[in-house]
């Protein structure tokens, strides 16, 4: 597994912009440059903090039910593009009984307009992909480099069965068409990172399984 690029560990002062070159003592890794990272399978040893170059794009992939707008929710201080936060938004304004699939492509619109938006910014932005739209990872990846920045990957390793349970829990799934897709389109994802080949676009990759992902506290940007 390939992992030149991760640099010790980092962490800047709450509240302030964190230093691209000064080392602090903290349990995080700063990526700077290719590196394909496994933190699967490593508890009580997974890094609080990953960091990122000022510009760059971080994409969050795994499973429906995975984890994705919990991890994003809980650890990203920044601009985020969340689909689960638009479809909240539009949900809490429709009639409670209408179903979602009437208002999907709404929310789909809402959603891709509002990450238009921020990469017009220039922003430094974190973005949740399901992993089976790699027309989404090819648009971040030119993106970043017309900016002369890179695309990361953050990728949720969780088995089916506990996707499908965090798919129950939330209340929501979708179709087993849907999950399957999703399923086979991730599990090449994975299958790649292990033999240390990224994405096309994509300057590298970090496998997190759920203990991985629990532990992470900031995924965040160098100010």
């Known amino acids: 597994m390939h992992s030149s690029g991760a640099q010790g560990t980092f962490e800047a002062p709450r509240g302030a912009p964190v230093p691209c070159r000064q080392a602090l003592p903290a349990r995080g890794l700063l990526f700077q440059g290719p590196v394909i990272r496994d933190l699967r399978a490593r508890a009580g040893h997974s890094p609080q903090r990953l960091l990122f170059g000022a510009g760059d794009l971080v994409v969050v992939s795994g499973l429906p039910g995975s984890g994705k707008s919990t991890l994003m929710q809980r650890s990203v201080p920044g601009p985020r593009i969340d689909s689960h936060d638009t479809r909240e938004h539009f949900a809490a304004r429709m009639p409670r009984l209408l179903p979602y699939t009437v208002y999907r492509p709404l929310v789909r619109l809402a959603h891709y307009a509002g990450l238009h938006r921020a990469l017009r910014a220039g922003e ?27 695309l990361h990957l953050l990728l949720l390793d969780v088995d089916p069965d506990t996707a499908l ?9 979708v179709s087993q068409y849907a999950f399957a897709r999703h399923r086979r389109a991730v599990t090449r994802l994975v299958r790649d990172a292990e033999n240390g080949r990224a994405p096309a676009g994509c300057a590298g990759v970090v496998l997190l399984d759920r203990p991985a992902a629990d532990a992470l506290r900031t995924v965040g940007f160098c100010g």
Do not use: T
Request: charged share 35%; glycine share 14%; aromatic share 6%.
């Open 165 to 173: 349970a965090g798919q129950r829990e939330r209340g929501r799934g």
């Open 124 to 150: 430094s932005v974190v973005v949740h992909d399901c992993g089976s739209q790699a027309w989404v990872r090819r648009w971040l990846a030119r993106e970043a480099a017309r900016r002369g920045r890179a």
